[in-house]
C-alpha cells in the first residue's frame, strides 16, 4: 500500500517522474550557435532549493565573455538576420514553440527543479504560457507593417536582456519572441539561482536551426548582467527584477542611445467590497499572495477588505489557508513550493520579524515544514498601518498585509499611496462599482474578480517605481522597433 503524504518528502504516488529529465553536470555558455568555455574559467553551482542539492555547474560569464556575446549578436544581425526575410523569421519562432512543447514536461520539471517551483504550476501554466509567446509573437513577424500603418519600422539591433528568477522559462520567452519576431538578435541572462531552463532554451534554438549569433545566451550573476547593460554595442535593454537594479541600469544607460524597458517590483492591493462573491473572491485572494510562493511582481501582496466582511473574510481565509500543502514541489498535491533561494528567505523571515515588531498581528497556517530545503508557511498580518513596511515594500513572498476601509474613496487613496504601481485586483457584483474603481487605480493591470490571469496578447508593465515600457501584445513588439 502506498504511503500517506505527511511531509514533503514521504513517498507519494503523486510525485513527478525526474527520469526523463537529462542535466549536464557543467554548463558553457551560449555563444553564436556553439557552447563555449567562458574566458572567465568560472563556473557557479545551481541547486536545487527544495533540497538543496547541487543540480549542475554553470559558467559565470566576464566582461569578455559578454564581448564576444555581443559580437556574435551584431555581427548575426548585419550578415544574417537583417537580411531574413519576416516570414522566415516567423518559420523559425514557430519551430522554437513546437520543439518546447515536444519537451514541454522535461522544461516543468527542470523548472521546478531548480527554482523550487510547484509542478502543478510549472507544467500547467509556465511552459505552455512560454510556449504561447513564441506561437504568438510568431503570428506578427510578417504582419507588423499592417499593425503600424503609415510608419517605416526597422529592428533597433542588438537586445540585451537580463531576466529574474520568479518564472525563468516564462521571462525568457517573454523576452526572446517579440525580440526575434522585430529582427532583433539577443543576448539574454537568466538568474544565477535559476539558469537551467533557459540553457535548455539554448538547445533547443539550437536545434530549430536558428542562424549563429541570432540568441546567445550567457549565464552569471549581477557583474555579467551588468557588463550587459554597459556595453557600447548593445541597443535596447529589457529588464525584469529589483526596483534597486532597475535604477541601477537607468543610471547606467542615462546619456546614451540605449533604449529600454524596465519591469520592476509591485506592492498590489487586491480589494474585496462588501457586496463581492466571498468564496471566489478568497481564492483569488488566495492565488494573489501564494502562487509561485508569492515570488510574483504583481502578487496581491496587500489585501483590503471592506468593513462589513472583514470578518466572514477573515474567517474564510484562514480556512483555506490551513488546507494548503507546504512541501515537495514535484508532488502533484504541493500548493506552495521551496523559497527560491537561502538569501530570499532571510529576506521573507526578515519582514516577519518587522511585522511583529510593528505590532501587527501574524498567522500562519500550522502546517508541517520539510526539515531541509527554503520554506515558509503562508503568512497573514492583520492590523497593518498604512505606513507599514509590510504595506510599502515588496516582500516577495507569502505574505499578505490585510487592511480594511469603509468607502470606495478611502480604498482608493490608500491602494493607490505606495511607490509602485504594477497591478491591482478588484472583488464586487457591480459593473459600476469595477469601473469605477478601474480607472483610478493607478496600476498597469486591474484584474476585476480574478488576478493573476496572463496572455501573451495582453500589455503588462507598472507605473511610477515598478518600471516603465509594456510588454506583451503590440506593445511589447513596438518596444523592440524604431519608427518613422
Ligand atoms: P535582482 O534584481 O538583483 O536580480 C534580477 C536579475 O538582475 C538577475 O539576473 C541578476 O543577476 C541581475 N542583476 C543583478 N544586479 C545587476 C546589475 N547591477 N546590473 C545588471 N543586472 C543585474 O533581484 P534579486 O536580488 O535576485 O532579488 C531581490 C529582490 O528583488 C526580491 O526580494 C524581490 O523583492 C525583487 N525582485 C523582483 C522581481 C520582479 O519581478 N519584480 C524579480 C526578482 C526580484
Ligand atoms: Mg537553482
Same mark, same amino acid.
Given at each position: ?11 507519494? !504516488? ?10 549536464? @553536470? ?15 574559467? @568560472?563556473? /557557479? ?48 519562432? %514557430? ?50 507593417? %499592417? ?7 526597422? !529592428? ?5 536582456? *537580463? ?7 516564462? &521571462? ?22 535559476? !539558469? ?117 473574510? *477573515? ?50 497556517? !500550522? ?6 530545503? /527554503? ?6 498580518? &492583520? ?11 515588496? *516582500? /516577495? ?7 480594511? /476601509? ?79
Amino acid at each position: 500500500m502506498a504511503k500517506k503524504q505527511t511531509k514533503g518528502w514521504d513517498y507519494s !504516488p503523486a510525485l513527478e517522474s525526474t527520469s526523463h529529465v537529462e542535466l549536464k @553536470k557543467r554548463y558553457d555558455l551560449y555563444i553564436n550557435g556553439e557552447w563555449v568555455k567562458p574566458a572567465s574559467k @568560472k563556473y /557557479f553551482k545551481t541547486i536545487n532549493p527544495a533540497t538543496e542539492e547541487v543540480l549542475a555547474e554553470v559558467a559565470h560569464a566576464n566582461d569578455e565573455d559578454v564581448d564576444r556575446a555581443v559580437k556574435a549578436a551584431r555581427k548575426a544581425y548585419t550578415d544574417v538576420w537583417s537580411k531574413t526575410s519576416p516570414s522566415e523569421r516567423a518559420k523559425y519562432i %514557430y519551430r522554437i514553440a513546437r520543439l518546447m512543447q515536444e519537451r514541454s514536461r522535461e522544461f516543468a520539471v527542470i523548472e521546478s527543479l531548480d527554482a523550487g517551483k510547484v509542478i502543478r504550476e510549472s507544467r500547467d501554466i509556465d511552459v505552455p504560457l512560454a510556449c504561447n509567446h513564441f506561437f504568438y509573437n510568431a503570428g506578427w513577424a510578417d504582419k507588423l507593417e %499592417y499593425a503600424f500603418p503609415n510608419r517605416t519600422i526597422a !529592428p533597433l539591433g542588438v537586445a540585451g536582456q *537580463i531576466i529574474p528568477w520568479n518564472f525563468p522559462l516564462l &521571462m525568457a520567452a517573454w523576452k526572446i519572441a517579440p525580440a526575434l519576431a522585430t529582427g532583433n538578435c539577443i543576448v539574454l541572462k537568466p538568474a544565477e539561482t535559476t !539558469p537551467l531552463t533557459a540553457l535548455k532554451l539554448a538547445e533547443i534554438i539550437h536545434d530549430s536551426g536558428l542562424p549563429p549569433g541570432v540568441v546567445n545566451i550567457v549565464t552569471g550573476y549581477g557583474d555579467t548582467g551588468a557588463a550587459i547593460v554597459n556595453h557600447e554595442d548593445v541597443d535596447k535593454i529589457a529588464f525584469t527584477g529589483s526596483t534597486g537594479v532597475g535604477k541601477i541600469i537607468q543610471n547606467a544607460i542615462a546619456g546614451t542611445s540605449k533604449k529600454a524597458t524596465l519591469e520592476l517590483g509591485g506592492k498590489s492591493a487586491n480589494i474585496i467590497m462588501d457586496d463581492a462573491p466571498l468564496d471566489q473572491a478568497v481564492e483569488g485572494i488566495v492565488n494573489g499572495i501564494f502562487f509561485n510562493q508569492g515570488h510574483v511582481c504583481c502578487a496581491g501582496s496587500r489585501l483590503f477588505i471592506q468593513e462589513g466582511v472583514y470578518d466572514k473574510v *477573515i474567517e474564510k481565509l484562514k480556512h483555506r489557508m490551513n488546507s494548503l500543502i507546504v512541501g515537495n514541489p514535484l508532488d502533484k498535491n504541493t500548493d506552495i513550493g521551496a523559497i527560491n533561494s537561502k538569501e530570499q528567505l532571510d529576506i521573507i523571515n526578515g519582514y516577519l520579524k518587522i511585522g511583529q515588531a510593528e505590532g501587527a498581528e501574524m498567522y500562519q497556517s !500550522p502546517c508541517d515544514l520539510p526539515e531541509t530545503g /527554503f520554506y515558509c508557511r503562508p503568512t497573514l498580518f &492583520m492590523n497593518v498601518a498604512q505606513s507599514s513596511r509590510l504595506v510599502q515594500e515588496e *516582500i /516577495f513572498g507569502p505574505v499578505l498585509a490585510i487592511q480594511t /476601509f469603509r468607502t470606495v474613496d478611502e480604498v482608493i487613496q490608500k491602494a493607490n499611496n505606495t511607490p509602485f504601481g504594477l497591478a491591482a485586483g478588484v472583488w464586487t457584483d457591480k459593473g459600476s462599482r469595477i469601473f469605477n474603481l478601474t480607472t483610478k487605480l493607478r496600476a498597469g493591470v486591474v484584474w476585476a474578480n480574478t488576478f493573476n490571469k496572463f496572455d501573451p496578447a495582453s500589455p503588462f508593465g507598472g507605473y511610477k517605481e515598478s518600471g516603465f515600457g509594456r510588454e506583451g501584445g503590440l506593445h511589447g513588439l513596438e518596444g523592440y522597433l524604431k519608427m518613422n
